[in-house]
C-alpha cells in the first residue's frame, strides 16, 4: 500500500511557475506508475501527466506539453511537477496518483489528497 502527500500548491500569476511534490510512503513505491490529475470547479478530475516505474517514459495532457513536466526519485520516494507558464485555466485542485498504465489509460489505485493551484489572470 501507499501513501501520498502533495505540497506545493498556492497562488500565482499568469505565466509564473510553481513546483508540485508528492510524498509517497510504503515499501512499494518503485513499482507502480506515478501521474498527476486535477480537478477544476464543476469540471470531472482530468488526467495531467504520468511517469513509468523508472522514470524512463513519461505522457502529458495535450494542454500542458511543453509547460510541465513530471519527474520521480525513487531512492526519495517523490513525484514532482514542475509547472511553467501556467494559465489560469490551469486553476484547479492537483492530485497525485500511483497506479499503473492500462490500454495507453492511467489509472490511479492510491491517491493523495490533493493541493490548490490558483492562477490569477
Known amino acids: 500500500q501507499v501513501q501520498l502527500v502533495e505540497s506545493g500548491g498556492g497562488l500565482v500569476q499568469a505565466g509564473g511557475s510553481l513546483r508540485l511534490s508528492c510524498a509517497a510512503s510504503?515499501?512499494?513505491?518503485?513499482?507502480?506508475?506515478m501521474g498527476w490529475f486535477r480537478q477544476a470547479p464543476g469540471k470531472e478530475r482530468e488526467f495531467v501527466a504520468a511517469?513509468?516505474?523508472?522514470?524512463?517514459?513519461?505522457s502529458y495532457v495535450d494542454s500542458v506539453k511543453g509547460r510541465f513536466t513530471i519527474s520521480r526519485d525513487n531512492t526519495k520516494k517523490t513525484v514532482w511537477l514542475q509547472m511553467n507558464s501556467l494559465k489560469p485555466e490551469d486553476t484547479a485542485v492537483y492530485y497525485c496518483?500511483?497506479?499503473?498504465?492500462?490500454?495507453?489509460?492511467?489509472?490511479?489505485?492510491?491517491w493523495g489528497q490533493g493541493t490548490q493551484v490558483t492562477v490569477s489572470s
Open positions: 511517469i513509468s516505474t523508472i522514470g524512463g517514459s513519461t
Open positions: 510504503g515499501r512499494t513505491f518503485s513499482s507502480y506508475g
Open positions: 496518483a500511483a497506479g499503473r498504465k492500462t490500454f495507453g489509460t492511467f489509472i490511479g489505485d492510491y
